[in-house]
């Protein structure tokens, strides 16, 4: 059984373009969130998305934008991109269940912008 | 706004020595309390969660936490450290309810088995 995979694994962009990160949930799993993690620090939520809406959002401007697919894939989207959005960036998915399911992550994509 | 503190950064401790990760959380509602795990350049790890009941929890790798609702802590312990745990410890608190729920994620401690 496949944990959740994200790709690719690393990213070296310039400042001003834009960049589009993939995540495929654990099998099972309906609901994907994207956390940003920058160097000693802990995940930020970005946002959450069931049935192919974003259900919640973190403090992130609107250059960071998402999509899920009708197979609950998903992916993260950064327009005009900045030095400090340099972050290993963390899909996790979860069923959404009233009861405290955990989140599933996987290993990230590194995206570092010069 | 909820929140969760790690209250330290780094935690250095012998081999064999036992240890303990210190969280706490603010939230005037009932919440679902874990700890996860990262190892460099690896994704986070699940290593215990509090839903209900019992207030001391197991987890892998012989790691325990207890909640304590009064105080709002929800401390990682182990009896005695390996030179593999040497990683980055994350304690999370989810709230809300289903549609609503958000995960916060503390600012993690990075613990160091020395030999």
């Known amino acids: 059984d496949a944990g959740v995979t994200q790709s690719p694994t690393h990213l070296i962009k310039t400042r001003g373009q834009q960049v589009t990160l993939r995540c495929s949930p654990k099998s099972g799993h309906d609901t994907v969130s994207w956390y940003q993690q920058a160097l000693g620090q802990g995940p930020q939520f970005i946002f959450q998305y069931y049935e192919e809406e974003e259900r919640q959002r973190g403090n992130f401007p609107d250059r960071f934008s998402g999509h899920q697919f009708p197979n609950y894939s998903s992916e993260l989207n950064v327009n005009a991109l900045l030095l400090g959005d340099s972050a290993l960036y963390l899909c996790a998915s979860s069923p959404d269940s009233p009861m405290g399911s955990p989140l599933h992550f996987g290993n990230g994509t590194r995206l570092t912008v010069t | 706004a909820q929140s969760v503190t790690q209250l330290d950064s780094q935690v250095p401790v012998f081999e064999e020595a036992p240890v303990e990760l210190r969280c706490n959380y603010s939230?005037?509602?009932?919440?679902?309390l874990f700890w996860y795990v990262q190892y460099p350049n690896q994704g986070l790890q699940l290593l215990l969660k509090?839903?209900?009941?019992?207030?001391l929890v197991k987890g892998i790798n012989g790691f325990e936490a207890e909640f304590n609702k009064s105080q709002t802590s929800f401390h990682l312990r182990k009896p005695s450290v390996h030179i593999s745990d040497t990683a980055e410890y994350f304690c999370?608190?989810?709230?809300?309810?289903?549609?609503?729920?958000?995960?916060?994620f503390g600012t993690g401690t990075r613990l160091k088995v020395l030999a």
């Open positions: 999370a608190v989810r709230s809300g309810t289903s549609g609503t729920y958000k995960y916060i």
């Open positions: 509090y839903l209900s009941g019992s207030t």
């Open positions: 939230s005037s509602v009932s919440v679902y």
